[in-house]
């Protein structure tokens, strides 16, 4: 019955050879919903950065290395992304470390590695799609769904570059990588039993997690979201004015470039963390129901992808790649809209930014190469 | 791991996979919906209460302070305009470190220890952390453009530009036109403090403290919209401010300046009034202030200097110092006699140059008096007790007449109250009654005191103002006019009172008026007959004179200090010398300026406060020839 499933399905790899999608391997439906959402970004980002030019350009430039990271990923076979995982894997937490230990700082978070004169980047970033890749590489080879060792061992990998991320600190970038590494586990069949006890472990220590791990700060955010007014020019701030900005906007918003709260530069972060408040503000109700809309289509035809790619792992790697674009954008939003803390999470495709966009655009890439390459 | 893999299921896997993508889809979907459902009930449920916060924050209202009426005097000459000054502010709430601040400040203006320290008291007293808070005022173009240049650095300060009060004519004017000061939180318990946001300054002195309602204006208002650090980025509506009132004044700027001159440097005062109108064509008062330092900003040393200063500078003596009239008094003394029908202009007394009263020891000496009793003006009539001052003649009418008749005689030409108009900070004087001397004394009326009163001394005081107007009292003919600074009539000025009805003097003929007039003619004109046949102030003023003046001395004693001023013990000597006191008015016929001149300490009023009369008259009148022709 499986085989006759898989068999009904349509191929890129037979059949429609001709087609000029096939032969570059990208799902021609993905793209154009995800160009949808870029070019929606860059319209928006026209307002956001007030009339500084100079940064709408770099971000186009940026969204150009963005869609080659895309084509360059959808063009290497799942094979060679199974045989590298591990290895990746583990430079990935090589250089974690070395963050810790010859990073920069930047903003009194230590998360980037500086090659003098020629560039920099997060290590944090790689391991976005590194540690869903090395768990789906554990798991393909085990008997699945997994056992309660291959549970445990899989939460090793995913949680010590988690925590390595977490200490830099860049608590957004850790809860996105450990999204992704946990979907792998969710998407392999793991024990609904073993699922809902984690939660209801989780939410016994979660005392304990206040007192001990939470930073400070961390609890002030958390503080802030049930009451932003308790400190309304500090913490709060950003949730008064964001959601003042959001709600402002009503249900057709203000016009474009019409909104106050980002122009007079009363949103902080209206490019980056906090460009959905400009959309809530200028477009109003219906342009952020039309990027949700975007949004979740993305993530139905990535699963429907994900579902139809040709092996346990890449299934499993695809399907945890869409599971991270949904944490990122549900996080983002939900901290801008003041249903949860303050986290440094972009949004994706559309916050100023490009490091973030070339990794979730590789990661459509992986996602393509997954379902579009021969069956191995 | 070959047999885990012989045994693996791809399509069970395929299977599950898709079940939990369908499960993990369904759990997106409804935080889906958990984000629709918050951006509903911002965007549409709660979308006023985010609309209102989100006006709130843009936009700001603004007071607009209104610039100040300017003063004028009668010729169209500028007394008091107001004049762009830059100063520098700080907004606390924009500031994160206010002593890095400081520093960045003191080092880009390159500012001295002692500003440093001003800056600090003026940091200390703010009480609003969102207000701007004026720090250093009056600054240079080179510190403005300074400022200009390195503003980026400087978050939370403003270079503020307003119009400060400016008075041209700096210490000359300073006790007739006043001045303004710093507004104080006092200040605002005794004005309607709406009107004053925004305004730095409030009349405090003289004209500027009077007509302050008028000259201040009305605030505007604007709304603004601002961004999150404050700035201005547009104007939405304005409701401008309504300027003060121009006012005219009655003063004559150059004679003003004349007037200071002829005082020479003395201490003194001189007022000039217009006889038909009141109007005060000069008010000095000497040593004088520059005005213009309580408005840019005084340094305590200065003020110190000018507060402590023995010679009292802030004090108006034109209007608030009170002195013995002395025998300026006398033609008050001799009219009374006639409106109460105790003497005539024929009587004559014998002047030995003493007086005794009947059963009493106590010997009344003249001016005149010389210890081997050789003084004494001989045969006395009034006409001749005026114009050589006989004391003697005065002690004896005095002590005839009724002391109460004398009293309210003599409150008719305003002693003992502030006749004026708009100067209501001018002291009364002192009319001593008997009923004032039993409360204030406990002692009875003494027959005394009358006789002293006669002559303008004992416990009489009157100012330069209450003299001046007791000259244009008798120029008129004994019509009273009430002196007033403003000329302008303009009805929208709210302090102007009413039309003044001018009072007449009762009990006085006319050719009683002319025969006083000429009397006090004598004083200046009646000379060349010999030591006791000429005026008094003949010698000094009389000789070189192209018009007809009239005009009476007075030396009046100084008993005791007056005024409840302090003075340096060490300086005694000099504040123990006589005062110098001559009114007048010219020309006889058709006066047009009536003067008190009063030189403090100065000796002799003849021949020390006369030609400082004559020299003001002189100057009133060449201007008016020379606007007749």
Redesign the interface.
Known sequence: MSLDFQRSLPSYSSGAASSWYARIHVDPMLLLLITGVVLFGLVILSSAVDGNDALFYAQVRRMGLAYAALIIAAQLPPAIYLRWAPFIYLVGLGLLILVLVVGVKVKGSQRWIDIPGLFRFQPSELMKIAVPMAVAWYLQQRMLPPSLKHTLFSLLIIAVPAFLIGVEPDLGTSILVAGAGVAVLLLAGLSWRWIFGAFALIAAAAPLLWQFVLKDYQQQRILTLFDPQSDPLGAGWNIIQSTTAIGSGGVFGKGLYQGSQSYLDFLPEARTDFIVAVVGEELGFVGVAFLLTLYLLIIARGLFLAAQAGSTFGRLVAGALVMTFFIYLFVNIAMVSGILPVVGVPLPLVSYGGTSAITLMAGFGIIMSMRTHKAW | ?LV??S???????????????II??AL??I??A???A???T???V??E???L???N??TQIQTLAPSRGMIYDRNGRLLADNQTSFSLAVVAERVEDIEDLLSSIIKILSLDPQQVEKIRAELAKRSRTDAAVVILEALSEKQVSLLAVNRHRLPGIEVMSHLVRSYPMGSIAAHAVGSVRRLTKEDLQTVQPVQYRGSQFIGKRGVEAFYEKSLHGKVGYQKV?????GRV?RVLDVQGAQTGQNLILHLDSKLQAVSVDALDGRRGAVVALDPATGGVLAMVSQPSYDPNLFVSGISPSQFKEISNSIYVPLFNRAVNGQYAPGSTFKPVVGLAGISSSTTDWKETIDDKGWFKLSGQERVYRDWSWTKDDSGGQGEVNLNRAIYRSSNVYFYDLASRMEVNSLLSFARQFGFGRNLALDIPQASSGLLPTPEWKRKVKNQPWYPGDSVNLGIGQGDLLATPLQMAAVAATIANRGKVVRPKMLMSGDPSIDEMIGVDEPLQIVGISEEDWENMVDSMEDVVHRGGKGFRGNGTAWAYIGQNIGYRMAGKSGTSQVVEINQGEVYDEGKLSEFRRKHAWFIAFAPVDNPTIAVAVLVENGGGGSSVAAPVAKAVIDAHLAKDIARIR
């Open positions: 791991m885990e893999l045994i693996k299921d791809s399509g069970r896997e395929q299977e599950m996979f898709i079940g939990r993508a993990l889809f997106v979907v935080l889906f958990t984000l629709v918050r951006m509903l911002l965007q549409v709660e979308h209460t985010y609309q916060r989100a006006d924050n843009r919209e601002t961004d999150a650090y980025r």
